[in-house]
């Protein structure tokens, strides 16, 4: 065992002196694992970070959310079917509101855009969420300042304003929006609340850091026209081990407040969060498999470079096989000797890659969601190694099979 | 006492389809602390008798005993081990690493044998104060002249104290007054008690040997002593 150690060290040695010895040429072989690995390495860390960017959006939408709208988000069914839904209004609304038993909370939301101004500053194609005082109960935001609308600033339709964190920095950079009255469209609006960072790069204007949530009066009044949108209701189950339940509940209520008969379709659909889940996840799945195979080949490639290298080096150091060889290196020796120069070839490219990535990770991050894992790291060391020893190896058991006498005379 | 025991060894190689003798029927003895040369024009077979005593290859028939040891069916495995322990090469373009130092070169057989850091380095340094090289220890072989690569050479085949020094055309790469050192090193080495065969084709040079031994293809032709030996001119190259 001693024996074993003491080879190995001799040998990472003299493959050290040997990889000193010719820099130029062991830089540019290292490039190519260099690349391959900071590249896959990269790759993995935007995807995770994504990943997980986008599992704290549909998070923030409440996994224990039912969205009851006239629109299905994934539907197998024809899009004219689902526009010739009649509309969900107000009166709809209020008849579920009555008839529901299990929901925690129920409100409805009817949607807009419009520009967002202050002063000489503005947001343009803001997304407008019109809801009542029960909506905060179906979210799970959190407050920076102030307080979402209450029942009475609602019921009066009164023209106050709970604005999300990203609108409020544009506004308001040195944080001071509560209390300010804001342009929504050509109407003032004063702030009662800003809510605090709720967090996901992937949802865009669905992400409430983007939107302003006004009561729905008030978009009746200054947006939209009361028949010409429709109403979505926002409808929270007590837990989410109960979101079944709740579901099959609302589809029966909803159905007697449509006045369907029973063996009609339904002409509304119920929404989850679930759905765009699995969505996700296949997607993201393919986008995964297909990005690391890509990645992969790179890394591939940089093995091959590899192998042909030591290959090369192993002809041209022919004669200096033939001389260890004759002062008694045995062939496991040598073999040793050429397989840890490809490792430690391979591993310095991968170290090197990794940190690289790491860098290249953080400098990403300014413009894209990044996350970093332990994992990648473990494994971009344990690919590196296995690729050097692996596309080593030909190369190293040709240099141990040379005949000494044949070496020897080699020019 | 005798290092080596040869008896009716042959080598043939095959080239495409025919057979080359390169050895045909060789036998002969070496004692411990001779000094012996062998020469032969080319084709005569003497590289070929030299790798067979240098162990780097083995004959196709006959019998090779070394310390008393079978070696003509070792595996390569032990025949490397020989190698590294019982025979010191020096060769004719001196086959030093190019780019690693003096001390490196010399302890490199040591490394091969499994000698440890502290002691190797040691004794390779010795080896180089032995042949004259103390304060040439740190330089690569690039910043050396032919007769201090040779110096190198030589005291890398000693560092392993082994059985026998072989030496293929050791002056072969160097001009008369440099040769005329390394022989008068290996003069001393004698003196000391090593045991040094000489391959070569001068005649010259094969004098200062005590014994000649000369081939002619592939067979021993004659196997006397040396009457008229030459002495080196004695120089201070060399550590007493």
Known sequence: ?411 | MNIINIEHIAKIYQVGLEEVQALRDVSLRIDKNEYVAIMGPSGSGKSTLMNMLGCLDTPTRGKYEFNGVNVSEMTDNDLARIRNKEIGFVFQTFNLLPRSDALHNVELPLIYAGIPYGERRERAKKALVDVGLADRIDHKPNELSGGQRQRVAVARALVTSPSIILADEPTGNLDSKTGEEIMQLFNELHEKGNTIILVTHEEYIAEHAARIIRLKDGLVEKDEAVTKRQIPKSSSAVAP
């Open chain 1, 1 to 411: 065992m001693r024996y074993i150690l003491f080879e190995f060290k001799e040998g990472l040695l003299i493959a050290f002196r040997a990889l000193r010895a010719n820099k130029v040429r062991t830089s540019l072989t290292m490039l190519g694992i260099f690349i391959g690995i900071t590249v896959v390495v990269l790759m993995s860390t935007a995807i995770k970070g994504i990943d997980n960017s986008f599992q704290d959006g549909i998070s923030a939408l409440g996994s224990d959310v039912l969205y009851v709208d006239k629109w299905a988000w994934f539907s197998n069914e024809d899009w004219w079917r689902l526009r010739n839904r009649r509309s969900i209004d107000m009166a709809d609304y209020e008849k579920f509101k009555e008839l529901a038993r299990l929901p925690l909370a129920i409100a409805p939301v009817i949607n807009a855009r419009q520009t967002v101004k202050f002063g000489e500053r503005r947001v343009e194609s803001v997304f407008l969420n019109g809801s009542n005082a029960d909506y905060v109960k179906t979210t799970n935001f959190t407050f920076d300042q102030g307080r979402f609308y209450n029942e009475v600033e609602s019921n009066a339709s009164r023209q106050v304003a709970v604005i999300g964190s990203e609108v409020a920095t544009k506004l308001f950079p040195r944080g001071d929006a509560l209390d300010k009255t804001i342009k929504i469209g050509g109407a003032n609006f004063k702030i009662v609340g800003v809510l605090s960072e709720q967090g996901s790069f992937i949802l865009g204007p669905f992400n409430p850091d983007n939107q302003v949530f006004i009561p729905i009066g008030t978009i009746f009044k200054n947006f939209v026209a009361r028949h010409r949108g429709t109403i979505t209701i926002n409808v929270r189950a007590p837990s989410p081990a109960m979101v079944e339940e709740t579901k099959a509940e609302a589809e029966g209520v909803m159905r007697k407040v449509r006045g369907l008969k029973h063996d009609e379709e339904n002409d509304f659909s119920i929404n989850q969060q679930e759905g765009l889940m699995e969505n996700y996840n296949s997607v993201v799945g393919v986008i995964q498999i297909a990005g690391l195979f890509i990645t992969g080949l790179s890394l591939f490639v940089g093995a091959i470079g590899i192998m042909n290298i030591m290959f090369v080096s192993v002809r041209e150091r022919t004669k200096e096989i033939g001389i260890r060889k004759a002062i008694g290196a045995k062939r496991r020796t040598i073999l040793t000797q050429f397989l840890l120069e490809s490792s430690a070839i391979c591993l310095l490219g991968g170290i090197a890659g990794l940190v690289a990535a790491i860098l290249g990770s953080m400098a990403l991050n300014q413009y894209f969601p990044t996350s970093i894992q332990p994992q990648a790291a473990i494994i971009a060391i344990g690919v590196s190694a296995l690729t050097g020893i692996l596309s080593g190896f030909a190369p190293a058991f040709t240099a141990a099979k040379l005949d000494p006498v044949d070496s020897l005379r080699y020019e």
